[in-house]
């Protein structure tokens, strides 16, 4: 009887085994593999199909570009980036090596930033604006989600007591006479200096203000020892989803940073317009500076291989590029730089095995 009664007991527990908790381990067992992929790999769906942006998912310590291993399927050896602090006029094409140039290069460098941001808008679309394609991040709304992007300086402006003036000698006016950044609007004694900074990258970057408010910006970053200046708290200035375009804008009193950063943007003025107004011909030179997987300032050089129209508005054309310049994931928000020409585009995105191609961007109409 005692027998039977152990025999029926172990019947019991076996049935229970097989039915309900072996599914049950199982079930644990995929959706544990499922929550351990690479949060990259989800993002992931679209590339090598219809093109992907080049957003950077941090998913560990930084690597460094060249010494440790950087998992990339595009661009394993990254041999066409070459960092900021090797730079020299002999990784410039034959025919192109001119002092003016490589000063100009490194000028661009001095304006570049990485873009950091974590939190993911939950008012990200579905779908790329007129396109077929999933947007970037729809997935992870309202999740934080660490990842980063280039962008580059587009304007400072010091203000005193209220008034200003831009690089073109622009008279520009604000509506008070003392900064307005959070620190002086809480003190008895504000800064009556500040500047203003304004900052491209791409929308897919930094998507609204929510997202502005959690992004931050890491200035002057040559090298892994380079000290940590950032600034946090932007604002969006402008926006265009559908170009993929975005300007960040920040007000800062810190006379180091403001005047140092103003500084550096008037020398990139000043070069461009003396390289880009010599008489002589660039060919389809483009060079871009960025930041990619996160790492320290890389300068990549190559062509721009096509530029479209997209529509035209008063003296200006809308267009998209495409080009051989090397770009990987931390790229996207970076701007192209077609040497000769006066365009703004900024780097949206990869087509596999390429090329490139920029949001769109404008250019003069001459
Ligand atoms: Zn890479
Ligand atoms: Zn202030």
């Known amino acids: 009887m005692f027998l039977k009664n152990i025999q029926n007991y172990f019947k019991v527990l076996w049935h229970c085994f097989i039915r309900h908790l072996w599914p049950a381990c199982h079930l644990l067992k995929r959706i544990k593999k499922v929550c351990l992929l690479p949060i990259s790999a989800t993002f992931q769906t679209n590339k090598y199909t219809t093109g992907a942006h080049e957003i950077h998912v941090y998913e560990g310590e930084e690597a460094d570009l060249h010494q440790e291993k950087v998992d990339c399927q595009k661009n394993p050896d990254h041999k066409n980036f070459i960092p900021i602090d090797q730079f020299t006029m002999l990784h410039l094409p034959e025919g192109h090596r001119d002092q003016d140039l490589y000063e100009l290069i490194r000028a661009v460098a001095d304006i570049a930033v990485k873009v950091d941001v974590k939190m993911v808008s939950p008012n990200r679309p579905k779908l790329w604006p007129n396109k077929k394609h999933n947007y970037p991040f729809y997935d992870f709304r309202e999740r934080t989600v660490p990842r980063s992007g280039t962008g580059e300086v587009d304007k400072v402006i010091k203000f005193i007591g209220g008034k200003g003036f831009d690089h073109n000698g622009a008279k520009l006016?604000?509506?008070?006479?003392?900064?307005?950044?959070?620190?002086?609007?809480?003190?008895?004694?504000?800064?009556?200096?500040?500047?203003?900074?304004?900052?491209?990258?791409?929308?897919?970057?930094?998507?609204?203000?929510?997202?502005?408010?959690?992004?931050?910006?890491?200035?002057?970053?040559?090298?892994?020892?380079?000290?940590?200046?950032?600034?946090?708290?932007?604002?969006?200035?402008?926006?265009?989803?559908?170009?993929?375009?975005?300007?960040?804008?920040h007000v800062t009193c810190n006379q180091k940073v403001g005047s140092k950063m103003?500084?550096?943007?008037?020398?990139?003025?000043?070069?461009?317009d003396k390289v880009y107004n010599a008489s002589r011909s660039w060919g389809n030179l483009a060079f871009i500076v960025s930041h990619p997987h996160g790492c320290p300032k890389q300068v990549s050089i190559g062509s721009w291989t096509d530029n479209k129209e997209v529509s035209s508005y008063k003296e200006y054309i809308l267009s998209t590029l495409t080009y051989t310049t090397g770009t990987c994931q931390g790229s996207s928000g970076a701007t192209i730089h077609c040497v000769g020409h006066f365009w703004d585009h900024l780097h949206s995105g990869t087509y596999h095995p390429g090329p490139n191609y920029s949001g769109t961007g404008l250019e003069l109409r001459i």
Do not use: M
Not at 173 to 180: E, F, G, I, V, Y
Not at 191 to 214: F, G, K, N, P, Q
Not at 262 to 272: A, D, P, T
């Open 173 to 249: 006016q604000r509506d008070t006479a003392s900064c307005p950044c959070e620190k002086c609007r809480d003190s008895d004694v504000p800064s009556t200096e500040w500047w203003e900074i304004h900052v491209d990258t791409a929308a897919h970057v930094v998507y609204d203000e929510l997202e502005a408010r959690h992004a931050s910006c890491r200035l002057f970053y040559n090298t892994k020892q380079s000290p940590k200046v950032t600034f946090d708290k932007c604002s969006i200035h402008y926006s265009n989803v559908e170009g993929d375009w975005c300007v960040l804008s």
């Open 262 to 272: 103003h500084r550096k943007f008037l020398r990139w003025v000043q070069l461009r």
